[in-house]
Each structure stands twice: as C-alpha cells, then as structure tokens.
C-alpha cells in the first residue's frame, strides 16, 4: 500500500468556483502534513502545513483527520493561477526526515 | 533571504559519465535532502543529510550514487556511470531543522532542480 494516495484527476473548473481535494496516508505514526504545489518542470512549493486543529490561509483551507488518516485541501474562489498540480506530503513518525509524497492532483482553472 | 539553490540546472551526460549535482541550503537551514522525480511519477526520497553526517540514506540506488554535505561549501550528489534510465529530475530541499519551531521545523523548501539527460 503506498503511503499517500491521491486521486489524480484532473480537475477542471471555472474561475470562481470551490474545488476540494482529498489525500489518505498509510502510517498512523505520521506527524506532519503538508500540501505543496507544483507547477509544470518547476519545483514544489510549499502552500500551507496542515495543523491538527485544521487551517486556513486565505482561500486555502486544510483539514486533518487522524481518525480516518484523511487531509483535505478546499480552495475557494478558484483563480486561474491556482492551475498546478497539488501534492500531499507527509513525514513518518519522528518530526524530522524523509517526507512521503503523493502523486498529485491536477487542477486546471478556466476563464 | 536567498532560497535554495542547485546547480547546474540542466546537465547532459553520455551513458558511462559521471553527474555531480550540487545544491546549497537556505542560510540557516542545517538539513539538505535529496528527492528525484522520474517523468510522470511523483517525488522520491533519495537522501538525507546534516552536516558531514548521513542521516537517512535509505531511498538511495545501492550502486553508483554517493551524497554528501561537508563542513564547507555545498551539498553533493554523486551519480557514477550513468545509465539512461538516471534521466530525471532531481531536486534538493532544506529544512531549519531543530532550529525550526516546534510545527515548522520540518518544513522542507526545494531548490529548482537539476535536470539530468542521460544520452
């Protein structure tokens, strides 16, 4: 079983709308989680570290659920330049190390 | 603050060459790591490494690949006699680590990558 699956889409939605993606990890001793984007040949960027309590920066909204070993990302009012593909990360265990990606969910922001 | 940074960006090898990769961390950041994207594949660890210590080498192929990150100067990558299937890109990422705060120590911020062409 990997680590973290994601579905990966693509989503293609109009400019304005909610979009909302969805990530499960395989290991109950992960501590940290993340979502990062990337965009086409470049490097992933960190978008926001997913607390416990959940987060919002912005049009970004993440959840963690540790129950259901389940993250979320919602992105509310879809701009164009959110097109990029969105990675769910996280690490195992000890706050420090490898971080476990997963394949990502593209997402395609029209006019 | 500048980020992290690799060089060379693009780099072209013939098959039996060697690949140095080089990546210098964000001034602060005490912790490099290694992942290596294939086309259409996600991201994989490779290793990971604070200063002159390998901390993790447990995503790295057990032949031809060596890293390190000495006292001075950057953090390398070492690929020996490559191979086609090498072609991929590789970035580096640092992180502040224990310097971090207690939620963000392990944030990771990547450099632009190298892409490597094995002909």
């Known amino acids: 079983r990997k680590e973290v699956e994601q579905d990966p889409g693509p989503f293609n939605v109009p400019e304005g709308a909610t979009v909302a993606f969805n990530c499960t990890y395989s290991?109950?001793?992960?501590?940290?989680f993340f979502w990062y984007r990337q965009d086409c040949r470049k490097e992933p960027k960190l978008l926001m570290s997913?607390?416990?309590s959940g987060n919002e920066d912005g049009r970004f909204t993440a959840q963690l659920n540790r129950a259901s070993q389940y993250i979320s990302l919602l992105i509310r009012d879809s701009k164009l330049s959110d097109s990029a593909t969105y990675l769910c990360v996280v690490n195992r265990g000890s706050t420090l190390g490898r971080l476990y990606f997963g394949r990502g969910t593209q997402l395609t922001v029209w006019p | 603050n500048a980020g992290v940074m690799q060089n060379p960006r693009h780099l072209v090898r013939r098959r039996g060459q060697e690949a140095r990769l080089r990546c210098s961390p964000m001034?602060?950041?005490?912790?490099v790591y290694w992942y290596r994207q294939l086309p259409e594949e996600g991201l994989k660890f490779m290793v990971y490494?604070?200063?002159?210590?390998?901390?993790?080498e447990s995503g790295m192929p057990k032949e031809r690949f060596s890293a390190e990150f000495p006292k001075e100067g950057p953090s390398i990558l070492r690929i020996q006699q490559v191979v086609r299937g090498d072609s991929a890109a590789y970035f580096c990422?640092?992180?502040?680590?224990?310097?971090?705060?207690?939620?963000?120590?392990?944030?990771?911020?990547f450099g632009p990558g190298t892409r490597l062409t094995v002909l």
């Open positions: 997913v607390y416990s």
């Open positions: 290991n109950s001793a992960s501590q940290s």
């Open positions: 990422a640092s992180s502040p680590g224990l310097a971090g705060d207690t939620l963000r120590r392990n944030e990771q911020f």
């Open positions: 490494l604070q200063k002159e210590n390998i901390i993790d």
């Open positions: 001034k602060g950041h005490s912790h």
